[in-house]
């Protein structure tokens, strides 16, 4: 059994979870962020804000001109002889009166949403400037993220491509052991000797396992304290 192949196997499947690991990470942080979503929410309402206000200053301004327009004309009646009635000349003066009260009310109006709208237009160009400052941020980082998440992907590719020419090589029989033991050891099938220990568990082992281990006859070597293939290289 080519245990040499096995522990090549072990490596390419980690980094492989790595990539896979990595890629969805970065599909969370590709996700619109919160600041982002308030920003633009702020905006959008200190927009609908300004467009009330906008409106009703102009319907102001159209109902003062109108009134305008109807005192002119009732005011004309008056000096011009037309009504001669003495009651209906009270109640025409008294119509003009009212409606020049009606009027400097609507004006005040129509100058409260002016003065109103001019405040939230102030705040709207800060808060599209806090937002555009926010976006372009953002739009440099998701393509940053973007660019990083296309690496991972191609590695995760070129891995799946030599793991299978790697399959091919190794057999059913070594595949099939290594998959069992990656299901039952926590996905770690094959550890390395590394200064007298196994990789995986960190145990010493004993002289003669690893040099059993060293000498590349093609049988599995266990750890004995972790259950796992060993490979000495």
């Not at 990470?25 to 206000?53: C, N, S, W, Y």
């Not at 799946?160 to 290594?178: C, D, V």
């Not at 590394?194 to 004993?206: E, T, V």
Request: hydrophobic letters at 35%; aromatic letters at 4%; charged letters at 30%.
């Amino acid at each position: 059994m080519d245990i040499a192949g096995l522990y090549e196997l072990q490596k390419i499947d980690l980094n492989m979870d790595k990539a896979r690991r990595r890629v969805a990470q970065i599909r969370r942080k590709l996700e619109e962020p919160e600041e982002l979503k308030q920003a633009r929410d702020a905006v959008a309402t200190q927009r609908r804000e300004v467009e009330r206000l906008q409106a009703r200053q102009l319907d102001a301004e159209l109902n003062s001109r109108q009134l305008a327009e109807r005192i002119q004309e009732s005011e004309r009646r008056l000096m011009s002889g037309e009504v001669r009635n003495a009651r209906e000349l009270e109640a025409l003066q008294s119509s003009i009166e009212s409606m020049k009260r009606q009027r400097a009310q609507i004006e005040e109006v129509a100058i409260e949403s002016m003065q109103q709208r001019e405040e939230h237009q102030r705040q709207l160009t800060e808060q599209q400037a806090v937002l555009a400052r926010i976006e372009s941020a953002w739009l440099a980082q998701k393509a940053t993220l973007e660019e990083e998440e296309t690496k991972y992907r191609r590695i995760y590719v070129q891995l799946k491509h030599q793991r299978q020419r790697l399959s091919e090589r190794l057999g059913a029989e070594a595949l099939s052991l290594y998959t069992q033991l990656v299901e039952r050891k926590a996905g770690i099938a094959v550890a390395a000797v590394q200064n007298g220990a196994c990789s995986a568990c960190n145990m010493a082992l004993p002289t003669g396992v690893i040099s059993h281990a060293r000498m590349g006859d093609g049988t599995p070597v266990y750890c004995p304290s972790c259950g796992r293939i060993l490979f000495a290289a």
